[in-house]
Every structure is written in structure tokens, then in C-alpha cells.
């Protein structure tokens, strides 16, 4: 049996979300379906779980490195848990999701878990997330589906080989990590990790750190990034990556032309 709508949107991130509230506000009867991340990448794996990680590993910085400078005597032995960072993380992260929730049913939306595909101009079928299935018949679809990480031509993901929705998701350290790509996501990574003792190299195509920032702002933090001992090349291509299992190897070329590989 199909439930009819006025409004069915599709993705809940901010786009879709706030569409469909609005709709609701109008007096649409609205539905939304998402697969997986309520409220989006941003909430769940992207701005929000990222700067939490972010403030636990300024704490890390600041007790390891500026003590004197904030008056802060530390006596004995001072140890840094991740996995309880990446936890916290995660409770921040779905505090805002259950946010989402909540205005979803303070709106009347219904909501479906689940992944659509049109039957007709006006028919969803959804394969909901428990294994039933749902057929939405609508006046009008929102389309709010997002984005996904485009990978490096050649490259695929293993076990070792990952995009920041994975890394951000593992509450597990590794001891080296290669980061392809010196953009605002890239720049976060590198310093969380960091700060939590993982040697970091970046790898950035272009010729400066946060390529879309001012200049000074892209030197200031390459300078404070060197100095804590994170290893940046720039200008630099990566050619192939290759996972054994153990070692990943990144081939790349560097601004002289030649060829080097990296190891993580």
C-alpha cells in the first residue's frame, strides 16, 4: 500500500532537512528519506565530529607544549587517550543528529530510513534500512542527495587507504599517515593526529598549504606545522597509491620532476 505526499524530499543533510521543515511549515504534507547520515556529513562525519577531535588535540598541544605559557604546573606522569577523544567526539556528533530528530517530529515529517528510487515521476520505491520496503507517491521531490569524495584517479579504498569518513570514524591511531591534499579537511587531520605523536607528510598539488586561504594565513601555518614536525610538500603530485596490507606506498612527483615514495 503507497502513502501520498505533497512533498517527499530526498537527503537529509542541511539542504534537505531545512527544506522539508519549510515545506511542513507551509502546510505541505512532507516525508523525508536519508540512508545513513541525518543532518548530513557535517554533523556526522565532517565539521562538527572533526572539531571536537580538534579541541582535545589543542588540550594535548597546550599540556605538551605550552604549559608555562597558560601557568600550568604538571607533575608526574600525563598520558592522551584517543579512543576517549574519538568517544566524545561521537557524543557531540550525535547530540546534534538526535537534534535533527527531534525537528522532524516537531514538524509532522515523517521519516524513512532507507534508499529511493523512482518507479515513475511521481512514485518512490524505498528499500528501507530494516529490510522492508515503501512506495511514496509525491507531487513534487525534492532531490538534496549531496555529494561524495572524489578519489585520486587510479586509487581505490582497503584497509589502509581511506578518506576522511573512514579515518574519522576509527578510535584506533595509526603510527604514520600520508595525507593527500593540504585543503581546510587535510589541515584538521594532520593536526589531530599529530598532536597525538602519528608522524604526518602532507602531499599538496598546489604551491601552498590551504590553497583557497590568504597567502600569510597558508605561510603562518606551515611554519607552525614544521615546527611541530609535520613533514609538508607542496607542488607535489601523487601519482599511485598501493596498498600491501602492511605499508601503504605513495608514488609521487615532486617539483623537480623526479619521482619519490613515500611510505605510511
Not at 548530513?40 to 608555562?68: M, Q, W, Y
Not at 515503501?134 to 521531490?141: G, I, M, Q, V
Not at 591511531?173 to 593540504?182: D, R
Request: proline content about 3%; overall charge positive; some cysteine.
Amino acid at each position: 500500500m503507497s502513502k501520498s505526499y505533497d512533498v517527499v524530499v530526498l537527503g537529509a543533510g542541511p539542504g534537505g532537512y531545512v527544506a522539508a521543515i519549510r515545506a511542513s511549515q507551509l502546510g505541505l504534507k512532507t516525508a523525508i528519506v536519508e540512508k545513513q547520515y541525518w543532518g548530513g556529513v557535517c554533523l556526522n562525519v565532517g565539521c562538527i565530529p572533526s572539531k571536537a577531535l580538534l579541541r582535545n588535540a589543542e588540550l594535548v598541544h597546550i599540556l605538551k607544549n605550552e604549559t608555562k605559557t597558560f601557568g600550568i604546573k604538571v607533575e608526574g606522569k600525563i598520558s592522551f587517550d584517543y579512543t576517549e577523544a574519538y568517544k566524545r567526539s561521537r557524543r557531540v556528533a550525535d547530540g546534534r543528529v538526535k537534534g535533527v530528530h527531534f525537528l522532524m517530529r516537531k514538524n509532522k515529517i515523517d521519516e524513512y530510513e532507507g534508499w529511493a528510487n523512482f518507479a515513475d515521476p511521481h512514485t518512490l520505491e524505498v528499500a528501507l534500512n530494516d529490510g522492508k520496503k515503501e512506495t511514496l507517491k509525491f507531487k513534487h521531490c525534492i532531490i538534496a542527495a549531496g555529494a561524495s569524495t572524489r578519489l585520486i584517479p587510479g586509487s581505490k579504498l582497503s584497509k589502509n587507504v581511506v578518506t576522511y569518513e573512514e579515518q574519522i570514524m576509527t578510535d584506533k591511531l595509526p603510527g604514520s599517515m600520508i595525507i593527500a591534499g593540504a585543503g581546510a579537511i587535510g589541515v584538521e587531520f594532520a593536526y589531530v593526529l599529530s598532536n597525538y605523536g602519528v608522524d604526518v607528510t602532507i602531499v599538496e598539488f598546489l604551491d601552498r598549504m590551504v590553497p583557497l586561504e590568504d597567502e600569510d594565513v597558508s605561510a603562518e601555518l606551515e611554519k607552525q606545522f614544521k615546527r611541530h614536525g609535520v613533514k609538508i610538500m607542496t607542488k607535489t603530485r601523487v601519482d599511485k597509491i598501493e596498498d600491501s596490507g602492511k605499508k601503504v606506498k605513495v608514488t609521487v612527483t615532486t617539483p623537480d620532476g623526479k619521482q619519490q615514495v613515500l611510505e605510511a
